[in-house]
């Protein structure tokens, strides 16, 4: 109830300085505008065909990422001669932000999709293939001593100690990395794309359009909000019993 009226009173205020200050619209419109161009941008089909491209590009980006970075970070944790060659190449790309990749990107893929697929496989692979790796390298020794007491087989080892273990640090590192995915081909399309949110809100500023800028940002945070409590949902599918 604190959080709604919390909410209520910010757009109570949003809204008078709409009021009170005349050339406010062409620096922030009014939530009534917003809400006006908001279903304007829908009814003519714009911000759904670019959000669904947004979301297309990020869900085939996080796939090959999702695919690549946990095989590649297990291995790296318990093949100790292909972490020793890979983890120093991982250190040193992992800092670049994924912006950073945007002019390569379009110079080798061009303008469109594949250079924003791209962008997002850089921004979620990093996140994912971290924390699975730290995962696995922190099993605890007490459960190493418990699978030599009980004679488990590699197997059984893996299937019933180190999956489970570390399962948990492979959603957070999904988390992490669909949020970081979603950032990545917004700004992907800003730069080098003609349609997704990013060119959506792109277009609306250099006509001026604030209010259609704004529903742009809106639809960026519940879509980034509504990707991560998709995930969330699957975590508590498949590790109920990590609940705290």
Do not use: C
């Not at 695919?67 to 944790?77: E, N, V």
């Not at 791209?118 to 099993?139: D, E, K, M, Q, R």
């Not at 349609?195 to 960026?220: A, E, P």
Request: aromatic share 16%.
């Amino acid at each position: 109830m604190r959080r709604l009226l919390f909410f209520i009173v910010i757009l109570i205020a949003w809204q008078s300085l709409g009021w009170f200050v005349p050339d406010n619209r062409l620096i922030l419109s009014t939530p009534v505008e917003v809400v006006q161009a908001f279903f304007t941008s829908l009814i003519d089909g714009n911000l759904f065909a670019d959000a669904m491209a947004s979301i297309i590009r990020v869900v085939v980006g996080f796939f090959f990422a999702v695919i690549l970075a946990i095989p590649l970070a297990l291995l790296a944790a318990y093949k100790s001669s292909f972490g020793y060659y890979i983890m120093p190449i991982v250190n040193i790309l992992r800092p670049i932000p994924p912006i950073a990749w945007i002019p390569i990107a379009i110079l080798i893929f061009g303008l469109g999709d594949n250079s924003a697929f791209f962008i997002v496989f850089l921004g979620s692979f990093f996140p994912i293939f971290t924390n699975t790796y730290f995962g696995a390298i922190s099993l605890p020794t007490t459960l190493k001593n418990v699978a030599l007491s009980y004679e488990l087989s590699k197997y059984q080892f893996v299937n019933k100690i180190l999956f489970y273990y570390y399962l948990p640090y492979i959603f957070t590192g999904l988390k992490i990395g669909i949020g970081m995915a979603w950032m990545s081909v917004i700004a992907a399309e800003l730069i080098g794309s003609q349609s997704g949110l990013g060119y959506f809100i792109q277009m609306n500023r250099l006509m001026l359009r604030t209010d259609n800028i704004l529903v742009g940002m809106i639809s960026i945070g519940l879509i980034g909000y509504l990707l991560h409590f998709l995930i969330t949902i699957l975590e508590n599918k498949i590790i109920s019993w990590n609940k705290n």
